[in-house]
């Protein structure tokens, strides 16, 4: 099992430890491009880092979290601003949601994750982790409407734009997410 | 590659043919729960059912080919009868959905078909393959009512449910289901 619970997790405000982060999240990236989540283990990341396994995991306690950190850190696609307009920020989320799921390692991990959680306890404590973040990051953006969105109208809402990027392998139209968002909100 | 172009494929109609593609398949399944979809390979296939790779190969070309009929075949779960009223044919078709998708080797199938596609063209094809043949099966339990469903509504119907399910490692509740058909048929 790829866990080490005695290690001491690293700071994320050393601007070191940072930089390791970014480098090895960014090798983590060619090899799921390269050869698939599978191949994705600590020891061909240190191989491929020159970062060795013990502050891998000083990193990340396990692969499932360096895969959703690596999600959660995302692609540079832009975000939205805050709004007042619950529709506008809501289709802008959906947008950027689009444009981070277009993203080929990121899409990869989040199937990889979501493929995993069934048998692995880590993999469904970080998609949880993962869904958590982004529904308080959209009710965030949504802090001026006064609208927020639970747990059911988040998958009403990310469901139809999550299925066609990852599980029908297409791609969301801005019809699609205009058509999402005007039906939850009537 | 999983592929013998040159081999016949089988006809489905012969009850022999019929009886070792059935048992293969539940073997694939268990294999799927014991070890994941990583090792579902023709090898091992063959020699947990005892059936020669050369005749895996003549029922299905490729690993997604089997993967997909393994889907489709699903587990024994019910299914709606076609009816006039669009709502509940479309809810009755959803938990339909959830409870094949509650069936841990159908969602493993699933979701290695789609972390496939992104890699894999026969991965992508049998993707579109089942969604059309399921798009095409709700679209005949509402043929009585006039009312059809374009590849955008069927998006936003199974989205939320398959997003729950496969993605968010939940469960798709009856009230999720509810909603869903509300927002997309108001």
New interface residues.
Partial sequence: VDSSPELEPLARTNPRVERTRANVLAVARELLLER???DLTFSVLSQRSGVTRQTLYRHWATRAALLADLVLAGPDVGYPEPGSNPRAVIVEFLTSLRAGMND?PT??A???I??Q???DPDS?AA??SI?DDRRNALNHLLAQTGYQVGE?EF??L???????Q????GT??D??IQ??VD??L?
């Fill in positions: 698939g989540p599978i080929p899409a990869a989040v199937l990889a979501a493929a959680a069934a048998r469904a998609l949880k869904i059911d998958a009403g990310c469901g139809p734009i999550m299925y066609r990852l599980l029908a392998h969301a139209t019809e699609l058509r999402t039906a939850w009537a």
